[in-house]
């Protein structure tokens, strides 16, 4: 092979190798940051009703406790389930809340404690759905002064001690527990700051995060913390997640919502043959 030959065989492997190397970066490139996208109130809504079936299957919420999202198309508006068992909601069982956490339609019967997420909603731009849950796993850490803090891989986003709300705080001696005004939400709001979860005392918690599936994941897996702290905690002293710890791993856990089809496979399996099952009166909304 002349020298000449030989420089332009070089120089086709050469180029042929800079396309693989393009081509490799751009799919690599696709694959990090996905073409974002449409989100609608419609998607929000239908994804809505799934997470309410995840969160009973992965026991986060049983015959009570909600899930809510931000309206796209009016962002001091969110979406919640009317007043029904959670894991037989479907999408017309959802319906939209003011800034005030009245519904939007009149006559509706709505969750008595709404205003949990009305009230982070206002107080937190940033957050975009909010979990309500009485996980028993919990609620130990919020009436102990023991805290909840991160102890194992999957809950990295916890902070490194959880806020309380103290219900005494907001609404004194002679409280309901519950959350079930815009004051006793404020409050709640205020107390959860700018962590993504916040327990309350006696009752349980709330968890909020920057889309639906993530606020599905760390309830699922802030229960999953308490109780393998507790478990922990019976059997020595617990060496904990330090800050940078959880934060890097929780930057490779939330890049990747991958356990979410399964856990919605799982989930609807569960809740189709509850609705089969559901009484005629109470499958028909309200109003
Ligand atoms: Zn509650």
């Known amino acids: ?40 109130d419609e998607q ?7 997470a309410y079936h995840i969160l009973f299957t992965q026991n986060v919420i049983d015959g009570w406790g909600h899930v809510s999202v931000r309206s796209v198309s009016n962002p001091r508006h969110f979406f919640i389930a009317r007043n029904l068992a959670p894991a037989l909601v479907t999408r017309n ?16 019967q709505m969750v008595g404690e709404r205003f949990i997420h009305g009230e982070i909603y206002r107080a937190r731009p940033d957050v975009q759905a909010v979990v309500h849950s009485h996980a028993p796993a919990v609620v130990p850490f919020g009436v102990t002064g023991v805290p909840l ?16 709300f103290e219900i005494r705080d907001t609404a004194g001696e002679d409280n309901e527990v519950l959350v079930r005004s815009t004051r006793v939400g404020a409050g709640l709001a205020k107390a959860l700051g700018d962590s993504p979860v916040v327990l309350m005392r006696g ?3 709330s968890v909020v995060a920057p889309t639906l ?42 890049s990747s919502m991958r356990a979410w089809d ?26």
């Open 93 to 108: 069982d959802i319906f939209e809340c003011d800034e005030n956490s009245q519904p939007v339609k009149p006559g509706v």
């Open 149 to 164: 803090r991160p102890v194992m891989h999957m809950a990295g986003f916890l902070p490194q001690q959880v806020p309380v």
């Open 44 to 50: 929000r809504i239908q994804e809505l009703a799934i």
């Open 262 to 287: 399964y856990w919605v496979a799982q989930s609807e399996v569960v809740s189709a043959s509850l609705i089969r099952a559901m009484p005629k009166q109470i499958a028909a909304p309200a109003n």
């Open 213 to 254: 599936k993530m606020a599905v994941f760390r309830a699922i897996y802030t229960q999953l913390d308490a109780a393998i702290e507790l478990q922990a905690l019976s059997l020595g002293t617990p060496k904990f997640l330090n800050e940078r710890e959880a934060a890097r791993v929780n930057a490779i856990n939330e």
């Open 1 to 40: 092979m002349s020298l000449k030959s030989s420089a332009r065989l070089l120089l086709f492997t050469f180029a042929i190798l800079a396309l693989v190397v393009l081509a490799n970066q751009r799919a690599m490139a696709q694959s990090v940051n996905p073409q974002p996208v449409q989100d609608t």
């Open 203 to 205: 009752h349980g918690m």
